[in-house]
């Protein structure tokens, strides 16, 4: 394999996406071993799949997983123009399908260690024989043994039928769904249509999810993660007393643990010893006065209740 290409990683991901790509891949691989061929749409376009199937097969990657990428949207791919670096036009599936180009001519190797992807190629005009074809299924088939996992990017389900005949070679399925943007009737008929296909549907990805002040997946990520700021304690992005520290961070936190230190009792006040640290240079502290002190105190408390 002698093709090469590379992912566009200008746009970094911040910390709660990272996170959320590793509970998806992680809630792939306790699916099984059986489900290795996963085919992914959405209802209509826009809805992130691509940049999802992307992260995805990467993160597996990254898992030491062997993982190969198809970009089965033959109707309106984007993996050539805007998510890879590429120098020349490339082959694809289109092509490879078609009669027009070689398996080894097809695969693009990443650098991602793990990771090979397949282009869509040139639009053709029979998008759907294509991928309903016997050789669509033998290459699928045949991927299947070579990988750990094969991702599909399917065009989307709810405005073209291709998922659905892609849908029929792979072991299960993937819907990504925009939040607060897809009907529930409509994201039930794409399920619908991928159970016809004999496939089954792994799950959801509930995607563009708003984190807008006071929205319940803000507070939510607040209240798990903490909020990151200057000086605190807690929070991804900045550790103190919890987790790594440094030395002025070490001797923040014993002052928290000594200021939590629980109340001495009754009997353990009537012993206490005053005994100031020698290491601190301090007036000798006169113990009666101190209790009396106490006491006055508390007499006043109670007259007020009084």
């Not at 691509?50 to 995805?56: K, M, N, Q, R």
């Not at 998922?163 to 039930?188: H, K, L, T, Y």
């Amino acid at each position: 394999m002698s093709n090469i290409t590379s992912f566009n990683e200008q746009k970094k991901l911040n910390y709660s996406v990272r996170e959320a790509f590793k509970s998806l891949r992680t809630n792939l691989l306790f699916c099984g071993d059986e489900y290795k061929t996963i085919v992914i749409t959405s209802c209509v376009k826009n809805e992130g799949k691509s940049t999802i199937s992307i992260e995805l097969a990467k993160s597996l990657s990254l898992a030491e997983k062997k993982v190969l990428l198809i970009d089965a949207d033959l109707r309106k791919s984007v993996y050539a123009s805007t998510y890879t670096i590429n120098s020349q036009a490339v082959l694809g599936l289109s092509e490879y399908l078609s009669g027009q180009a070689d398996y080894d001519s097809i695969m693009y190797k990443t650098q991602y260690e793990n990771l090979d992807l397949i282009f869509a190629g040139a639009v053709p005009p029979n998008p759907v024989e294509l991928l309903s074809s016997k050789k669509f299924e033998a290459l699928v088939r045949e991927s299947r043994e070579k990988y750990d996992y094969v991702i599909i990017d399917a065009a989307p389900l709810g405005a073209v039928i291709d998922a659905a005949a892609i849908a029929s070679f792979c072991d299960g399925a993937i819907m990504v769904i925009s939040a607060n943007e897809i009907r529930c009737r409509m994201a039930q008929d794409v399920k619908e249509q991928l159970e016809k296909s004999d496939c089954k549907v792994l799950g959801a990805i509930l995607n563009k999810i708003p984190l807008k002040a006071g929205s319940y997946y803000n507070n939510y990520y607040r209240k798990y993660y903490g909020k990151p700021k200057k000086g605190g304690i807690y929070g991804y992005g900045h550790y103190g007393a919890y987790g790594y520290a440094s030395d002025d961070d070490q001797k923040n936190q014993n002052v928290v643990l000594a200021n939590n230190t629980p109340a001495p009792t009754a009997t353990e006040q009537e012993n206490l010893s005053y005994e100031i640290p020698t290491a601190v240079e301090q007036t000798p502290v006169d113990k009666d006065a101190v209790l009396r002190s106490i006491k006055k105190g508390v007499k006043k408390k109670a007259a007020r209740k009084h």
